[in-house]
């Protein structure tokens, strides 16, 4: 069977539009259609990966998808590592915070950075240097917590007006 420039334009749209088993599985059966020398001929004109057909023709007669070796890739999210994490993050920064002296907020905003919050976990709390996520990491977490990183100033001071230099002046002499 011979593949026309429509078929090509539609197969390729279509492959490109599905994603994991349906689209080796729809991949597959475009092959079978296509007969013996198929996988090559997909490979030739479509630009298919005959090991990406073979395993969706193993999905078609079989049954059943074959996981992708692309699922549950990489490192496990901070929280699953250390679920306790967040618990002891709140502990230690509870103890450096202030809230907003104007009340004007309900923001609270932290008086410690995240690089003596890492070292205060492995102080107090008994994490290893190693264990512990980068300073980055620990800042994220502390800001998704609604801890600010933030000095405050408590009080601004009022500026001399003219007069009143005049007047310590003029008393002073």
Sequence with gaps: ???????RKLYRNTAEALEGGARRVFMAGVVQELGKGGQR????????????????????????????????????????????????????????????PTLRTTRVYRRVTSASVRELLVQDKGYSQEQLPSEESIRIRLNEMG???????????????????????????
């Excluded at 250390?82 to 230690?92: E, N």
């Design 41 to 100: 001929q997909a490979e030739r004109e479509l630009g298919w990966n005959r090991s990406t057909v073979r395993k969706g023709q193993r999905e078609l007669h079989v049954g059943v998808e074959i996981p992708d070796g692309r699922r549950n890739n990489g490192p496990k999210r901070l929280e699953e590592r250390l679920p306790t994490l967040r618990q002891d993050l709140d502990d230690i920064v509870a103890q450096h915070c202030q809230a907003d």
């Design 147 to 173: 801890y600010r990183p933030r000095r405050v100033r408590k009080t601004i001071p009022k500026k001399n007006s003219p007069r009143q230099t005049q007047s310590s002046s003029e008393s002073t002499k």
């Design 1 to 7: 069977m011979t593949l026309t420039g429509g078929l």
